[in-house]
């Protein structure tokens, strides 16, 4: 069909060069008259100086940095008062619990060994120690920690990555309760925090590992865990999170939407003639156990935990391309071997 | 601190009393002036740390070396468990059962032990359901062990692997499990909710042939058991068991026994106003009552027994022994008592009872008519020592429904028993001579307690003798609620009433007899003076 076009009388244009010089030369004075207005209202302001300006520094005196706040000095207290409860409580109940069950759908076991705590007239904040290969983990946590514990979870982050920008650090603590903590050092005034929030009742998720596997095999546990369980007397509950890691592990782009397990071990308590290094060890072992009922069954982990012979979560010790052919043998075994597993068909024989 | 049990003389001003009817309550009046409620003492205080209880247990034998001293590489080492008739309701997770067995493993596990295998101790009980061996033992018990055929149920028609261990002075066989007896070590995890359990009743029942049991089981000797939670000089039940526990320690396997005790918080929220007093009911235990009671009388029977038997019991631990088998039994039964026993002054002409609507025979299935004679006069009676709560002569009261309804999975048997020798006799001793071979060994019962998850076919009649001391004891039973002719049945009377079953019972007591109440469940034990 032929379309026709709609066709608008043009405005009237003068030609006229000089009228147009003109007015570009009004513009210009107006905007000299702005200009020289602006200087006359900042040349107080300037010459009033310090403390209406920033001071300058006496040559030779070094000036202290401003502290920071960020990082591991965020501060996120709002975060647990009653309107960010609330709030977090939609969040994590919501579209945190969806994004978890669709992406990891986690299978949850072993709660029944919390029950003795759970049935205490006045349950301990206790400290759950995962393994940990995915950020998806923590969303795991959050929605396979039972009750006492999953209304007052606080989930210590690393203050580096989650800490480093308000807004970032601010959703963190809003959206899952985070807390920042140093990855290699635990600080005073991190270590002090995490202890009053214990004694307050709320209980720690804290990654011993210190990050994300970069690998895809677990890494050697850092003491932060067994040193405030030391300190406070709460309770280690060990955790092991299986699948995660090839579903969203370190260095992938996107999701990859799979299976997960979260086995929960019964809980470790700190002994009076045993120091950081020798609990953390415990708990580390504690979490392979785990591992390896999670992957094998409880008789064939207790069997080798008693030997000493649980495969170890940091992998082989050999480097390069087997330790990825070792890698994926091994989560053939678990919840991401599940994902792969073909549908049996019947040979098409013609 | 919780209260210890007593006994109540009710007057004007005590309120009606609970009783069970089945999958329901209902409210009596007895009359004042003579009659007596019992009540059970409060449930103890629990052990708070149990996994540690338990080690130390295994650790602290009673007259037996430690496990881990009885455990060695290459050892066979099996692990006995009572089955699903214990405890009831069932109890809320991690049962007591994966707690020990899980810190039996443990040791083994330290000690080298591969050979190990696990056997629920049915006796001629049903085979357990794959949902309720995951309960009794935890899925991480199951998915290690049932995978590689080491977690399996005893079977007790299976000839080859059943072995004769030896035979008593009075001729009594003992033939027990072939595994259990061929094992270096044989553990046996008990749960202990009445006296009359344990010890070595454990073994030379849950893992014993019909044959063995045949020994004990039969009218003669119920009869003759004038005390089953009691003295075990009165009970000819457990004079047997222990002969057979002598010849199972002097030629069968070594034994190391485990058994635990449990408080009388049987009932969760919002059902736990069945254990309290009736006066003390607040005003949400009033309102859970009424709406509970108003609604089961509207609700289909099959979705109330499925609301009553999903509920599970909190059964807090109170004790955990384990060695020698007498030495541990006699630590467990001050236990039992500590928590069940209420003394009581004389007997009376009438008891009374309510029935619910479970017993040791039926988990997750129908309370039929046979099993409310059992429960009730088999069960309730029994639960006393010395002498029973109502006189020789003396009329029993029970409140049930009594429907005639049977599981025919479970109990494919019992339709039978109640459609055939029911109708013709109810005297133990004869039904016994004129029928039991016959169910006994009848193939299709056979098949079906072996491979499905039926009781044995002799097992209506083992329910029915439990109850022979009592048939023999009262000079009447009536039942109160129940369909009169399924009650008739039953060689029982029918009443509509509680006020008409004291009316019929004045035949039997005359019109002013005196009355004695269980309040049961929770659990007791009337200590007789």
Request: charged residues 25%; positive net charge.
């Amino acid at each position: 069909m032929a379309r026709t076009k709609l066709k608008l009388p043009k405005p009237a244009r003068t030609p006229d060069k000089l009228s147009t010089v003109a007015q570009l030369r009004k513009v210009a004075r107006i905007g000299d008259a702005i200009g020289s207005a602006t200087q006359a209202l900042l040349k107080p302001t300037r010459s009033l100086g310090f403390p209406y300006r920033k001071p300058t520094a006496p040559k030779g005196v070094e000036v202290p940095a401003e502290p920071s706040k960020l990082g591991a000095d965020f501060d996120t207290d709002f975060a647990r008062k009653a309107p960010a409860k609330a709030l977090r409580k939609i969040v994590t109940q919501g579209p945190v619990r969806a994004l978890v069950r669709a992406l990891a759908d986690p299978e949850v076991v072993g709660l029944d060994r919390l029950a003795d705590l759970e049935r205490m007239d006045d349950p301990p904040a206790v400290i759950f120690a995962p393994n940990h290969h995915s950020h998806l983990d923590t969303g795991v946590m959050i929605v396979a920690v039972p009750e006492p514990w999953k209304s007052k979870l606080v989930v210590a982050a690393a203050a580096d990555y989650f800490f480093d920008s308000r807004v970032k650090g601010t959703i963190a603590a809003l959206a899952l309760n985070a807390f920042p903590i140093d990855r290699e050092v635990t600080g005073r005034k991190s270590s002090d925090e995490l202890r009053r929030l214990l004694d307050t009742g709320w209980s720690l998720v804290i990654y011993p590992e210190g990050g994300r596997s970069p690998d895809g095999w677990g890494q050697d546990f850092k003491g932060g865990a067994a040193y405030l369980s030391n300190r406070t007397g709460a309770p280690i509950v060990p955790v092991f999170i299986d699948g995660t890691g090839s579903i969203f592990g370190k260095g992938m782009n996107k999701p990859k939407a799979g299976k997960s397990k979260v086995v929960f071990g019964a809980p470790l308590w700190p002994s009076d003639d045993e120091n950081t290094r020798r609990y953390n060890a415990r708990i580390e072992a504690a979490v392979t156990a785990l591992g390896d009922e999670a992957l094998t069954d409880f008789w064939t982990s207790r069997r080798r935990a008693a030997a000493g012979t649980n495969p170890k979560l940091t992998g082989p010790e050999y480097n390069g391309w087997r330790r990825q052919w070792a890698l994926a043998e091994h989560r053939r075994l678990g919840k991401a071997g599940q994902r792969r597993r073909q549908k049996r068909r019947w040979p098409d024989l013609g | 601190m919780a209260r210890p049990g007593f006994v109540l003389e009710v007057d004007k001003s005590t309120p009606p009393l609970l009783f069970w009817r089945g999958e329901g309550f209902s409210l009596e009046k007895l009359p004042a002036g003579r009659s007596r409620v019992i009540y059970p003492p409060e449930p103890l205080e629990a052990i708070k740390d149990v996994d540690g209880a338990i080690l130390e247990a295994l650790l602290n034998p009673i007259d037996s070396e430690p496990l881990p001293a009885l455990l060695f590489p290459g050892m066979k080492l099996t692990i006995a468990f009572d089955d699903v008739s214990l405890p009831l309701p069932k109890m809320e997770r991690p049962d007591n059962r994966q707690r020990v067995i899980e810190a039996v493993l443990d040791l083994a596990a330290a000690a080298g032990v591969d050979d190990v295998h696990l056997i629920a101790a049915l006796g001629l009980h049903r085979r357990m359901h794959e949902y309720e061996l995951r309960h009794a033992l935890g899925d991480r018990i199951y998915d290690a062990f049932h995978g590689r055929g080491q977690l399996y149920q005893h079977d007790a028609e299976d000839l080859d692997n059943l072995e004769v261990v030896g035979t008593t002075d009075q001729g009594e066989v003992l033939e027990i499990n072939k595994r259990a007896a061929e094992s270096d070590l044989l553990v046996y995890v008990n749960i202990n909710s009445v006296a009359m359990d344990g010890g070595w009743k454990s073994v030379c029942t849950g893992l014993a042939s019909y044959r063995s049991l045949s020994h004990h089981h039969n009218p003669t000797t119920l009869e003759n058991t004038k005390s089953l939670m009691g003295h075990r000089d009165h009970s000819a039940l457990h004079q047997s068991v222990w002969r057979l526990g002598k010849v199972l320690r002097d030629s069968g396997p070594r034994i190391f026994q485990i058994e635990t005790t449990l408080n009388t918080d049987m009932f969760p929220s919002p059902f736990d106003f069945i254990n309290k007093r009736e006066w003390e009911w607040t005003a949400k235990d009033r309102a859970i009552y009424l709406g509970t009671t108003k609604s089961l009388k509207r609700t289909p029977i099959k979705m109330a027994r499925k609301i009553f038997h999903g509920m599970q019991g909190p059964h807090r631990m109170t004790s955990v022994q384990a060695g020698e088998t007498s030495a541990v039994h006699e630590v467990t039964l001050q236990h039992v008592y500590r928590q069940q026993l209420v003394e009581v002054q004389g007997q009376t002409d009438i008891l009374t009872m309510g029935i619910p609507f479970v017993c040791p025979y039926n988990p997750d299935g129908v309370m039929n008519p046979v099993l409310v004679m059992c429960m009730g006069l088999g069960y309730l009676f029994n639960m006393y020592r010395n002498k029973p709560l109502v006189r020789e002569g003396g009329v029993i009261i029970m409140t049930h429904p009594t429907y005639k309804d049977f599981n025919p999975v479970h109990h494919p048997s019992y339709i039978d028993f109640y459609e055939q020798v029911l109708a013709d006799t109810t005297n133990p001793a004869e039904m016994s001579r004129k029928w039991e071979q016959q169910f006994a060994e009848d193939e299709w019962y056979r098949h079906l307690y072996r491979t499905g998850n039926a009781y044995h076919g002799v097992h209506p009649f083992y329910a029915w003798y439990w109850g022979a001391h009592g048939l023999q004891h009262a000079g009447k039973v009536i039942i109160v609620g129940g369909e009169p002719a399924v009650v008739r049945r039953l060689g029982f009377t029918p009443a509509s009433t509680m006020d008409d079953a004291f009316e019929i019972a004045s035949d039997v007591v005359g019109r002013h007899p005196t009355i004695s109440h269980m309040h049961v469940p929770a659990l007791l034990v009337a200590d007789v003076k």
